[in-house]
């Protein structure tokens, strides 16, 4: 039976249970990183597409807290061009896929479960997951952080998403030229949760580092929740956790997230966003 999400909550904005290794994802033939945990089989497995010129090791909380809670996740370092194509950046996603599908992580004693597969994407990494995700039907999940619009085919790729879709955005961005999320919850071919995460920014994913490297602005709070919520997605959907079911729901009521209509703010934006607002 489902929890309470409520109570669920907190305890997912903290590290998980496991232990965390970190490997190269180079060695398996794409240059990258790999967070997973140090032991296990049939470990449902993501991977983890960046932002826009935005390298992977800047989302190491990110990877390493959704490894924490029992997921391989590997973070390929290409497509980071300032005029990185998204199509060519879906296709080292797909390959990716295959890695996690073939080969033994965690130094040397993990191994993904091939049925238990997904994707985070992250801005116009967000854009990649779904082109990648429309040509991999078997996927299990499906995760939008922040999208923005690269080209028209994102939207019509997202007709051929069979997986359940989780599609992160902020209010404000849906009055904003940048996001196509409402677009894509529309076009989704299965089922896409829709949810607005108050008093954050697109931007504040990436961990930002001082001139000498050596000190984050602090985004931590904000970030905590976002993790939260992706790692109770994550955990209904892939891992099949029947405790985190409600996170999978489109239509359950989490603390911390708004859920959005999207018929409606693509009926009427300015009115569906001003009511969101209050």
């Known amino acids: 039976m489902a929890k309470n999400p409520k109570a669920l909550l907190p305890r997912l904005t903290r590290t998980g249970p496991n232990r965390v290794v970190r ?20 470990a449902p497995a993501v991977v983890f597409a960046h932002g826009w010129t935005t390298h992977p090791k800047r989302y190491q909380r990110t990877l390493r807290h959704l490894a924490s809670w029992g997921f391989v996740v590997a973070a390929p370092s290409t497509g980071r061009g300032f005029f990185a194509s998204d199509k060519d950046f879906a296709s080292d996603l797909v390959r990716t896929l295959e890695v996690l ?23 116009f990494g967000a854009s990649a997951a779904v082109l990648a995700a ?8 499906v995760a939008a952080l922040w999208p923005s619009k690269t080209t028209a085919t994102t939207v019509q790729a997202a007709e051929e998403i069979a997986a359940p879709g989780l599609i992160l955005t902020t209010v404000a961005e849906e009055l904003s030229l940048t996001s196509n999320a409402t677009e894509l919850a529309l076009a989704w071919g299965g089922e896409a949760a829709l ?24 985004f931590g709070a904000g970030r905590n929740g976002i993790h939260a919520q992706l ?4 955990l209904a959907a892939l891992a099949k956790d029947k405790d985190y079911a409600a996170f999978a729901n489109p239509d359950a009521e989490l603390p911390g997230v708004a859920p959005l209509d ?8 300015v009115s569906a966003i001003r009511a969101l607002l209050g």
């Open 231 to 234: 790692t109770g997605w994550l």
């Open 23 to 42: 490997g190269d994802l180079g060695a398996a033939g794409v240059p990258g990183l790999v967070f997973s945990p140090a032991s296990g089989s049939n």
């Open 262 to 269: 999207a018929t409606a703010i693509e009926r009427n934006p």
């Open 195 to 218: 949810r607005a995460i108050p008093e954050f920014r697109p931007e504040q994913l990436p961990e930002r580092r001082g001139p000498r490297g050596l000190v984050e602005f602090d």
């Open 134 to 141: 429309a040509k991999e039907p078997a996927l299990a999940g």
């Open 101 to 123: 599908r073939s080969a033994t992580l965690g130094e040397g004693r993990v191994r993904a479960n091939a049925k238990r597969l997904g994707i985070v994407g992250h801005g």
